[in-house]
């Protein structure tokens, strides 16, 4: 019987910092708290936790603290805190590996119009072999239901071709084997 603290991940159980580990294999220990990785960020201004403060979090195993963040759904993964790092540790891993425990755990995303982006483009890579924005823009806006915002912007982009009207489904099959791969792996 599973306790709460404990999270599966790939048919074990883990508490929730070693559940982190085990979701990507970033040793989160490896992390001195130096403070590059928010100095370096461009969205820390707009995080509840600093990338420094998330992870130091994660190391005490303060599941409830990083659940309640919006900063792993903030982070676009532009890899500057990895970067800057001297520790080696991948920052943008472990926010990527904080989500999934969080989608293991049900737990609700505090910014969901990310995840729901996330989720429309990946369906549109796994579709089209490649993006097709048009098709992308209203799969998420259907999901979100923000219909009118940044209608202007849409038209604009069409008028200016920003947008393809049809869909290219060059090298689709291609990316189809490349998600079973990967569908198999997580089964693992």
């Given at each position: 019987?599973?306790?709460?603290?404990?999270?599966?991940?790939?048919?074990?159980?883990?508490d929730f910092s070693d559940a982190v580990k085990a979701a990507d294999g970033?040793?989160?220990?490896?992390?001195?708290?130096?403070?590059?990785?928010?100095?370096?960020?461009?969205?820390?201004?707009?995080?509840d936790l600093t990338p420094t403060q998330l992870i130091h979090a994660v190391q005490l195993g303060l599941k409830d603290l990083v659940h309640n963040s919006?900063?792993?759904w903030l982070c676009s993964s532009c890899?500057?805190?990895?970067?800057?790092?001297?520790?080696?540790?991948?920052?943008?891993?472990?926010?990527a590996a904080v989500k999934v425990v969080m989608q293991q755990?049900?737990?609700?995303?505090?910014?969901?119009?990310?995840?729901?982006f996330n989720q429309?483009?990946?369906?549109?890579?796994?579709?089209?072999?490649?993006?097709?924005?048009?098709?992308?823009?209203?799969l998420y806006k259907l999901k979100t239901l923000s219909f009118t915002q940044d209608l202007g912007l849409g038209v604009e982009m069409l008028k200016r071709g920003k947008f393809k009207i049809l869909p290219r489904f060059v090298g689709s099959w291609?990316?189809?084997?490349?998600?079973?791969?990967?569908r198999r792996q997580e089964k693992i």
């Open positions: 019987m599973m306790t709460e603290e404990e999270i599966p991940i790939k048919g074990k159980t883990y970033i040793e989160v220990s490896w992390c001195y708290q130096c403070g590059k990785c928010a100095g370096g960020c461009p969205l820390a201004c707009e995080m919006k900063t792993m890899q500057t805190c990895t970067t800057r790092c001297p520790q080696n540790v991948d920052v943008a891993g472990v926010m755990e049900n737990a609700e995303a505090k910014v969901p119009a990310v995840l729901a429309r483009f990946l369906e549109n890579i796994k579709l089209f072999g490649r993006t097709y924005e048009l098709g992308m823009v209203a291609s990316v189809r084997k490349i998600f079973m791969r990967a």
